[in-house]
């Protein structure tokens, strides 16, 4: 079973950039697929984010795919999620989830539904 820790939030002015990290223990994310949900206060958990198995596929939310990366380093066990230009929408909570992938390498998922594994959360402030 694999355990997941996001970490690299905080409060960041708008038009500033954060990278988000979502370390794994007890398992490799070598064969996982990992996606970011993010929840703003009041508002359901939301996607941001995904990346399949093989990392060779991602895809990012319509309203943010200008502005977000999601990336996979196997070797440091962790997922990156990059985000640029800040806004005071986007605050929220980030948090990482992962799915064990046994066919599809290159496939990702979007639903909270797809996932079995999910970490904390790091907390995400945009000031104006």
């Known amino acids: 079973q694999v355990q997941l820790v996001e970490s690299g939030g905080g409060l960041v002015p708008a038009g500033g950039s954060l990278r988000l990290s979502c370390a794994a223990s007890?398992?490799?994310?070598?064969?996982?697929?990992v996606a970011w949900f993010r929840q703003a206060p009041g508002k359901e958990r939301e996607f941001a984010a995904a990346i399949s198995r093989s990392g060779r596929r991602t895809y990012v939310a319509d309203s943010m795919e200008d502005r977000l990366i999601i990336s996979k380093d196997n070797a440091q066990n962790t997922v990156y999620l990059q985000m640029n230009s800040l806004k005071p929408e986007d605050t929220a909570v980030y948090s990482c989830?992962?799915?064990?992938?046994?066919?599809?390498?290159?496939?990702?998922?979007?639903?909270?539904?797809?996932?079995?594994?999910w970490g904390q959360g790091t907390q995400v402030t945009v000031s104006s």
């Open positions: 007890g398992r490799n994310l070598s064969t996982y697929a």
């Open positions: 989830a992962a799915r064990e992938i046994f066919t599809g390498y290159n496939y990702y998922y979007t639903r909270r539904s797809d996932y079995d594994y």
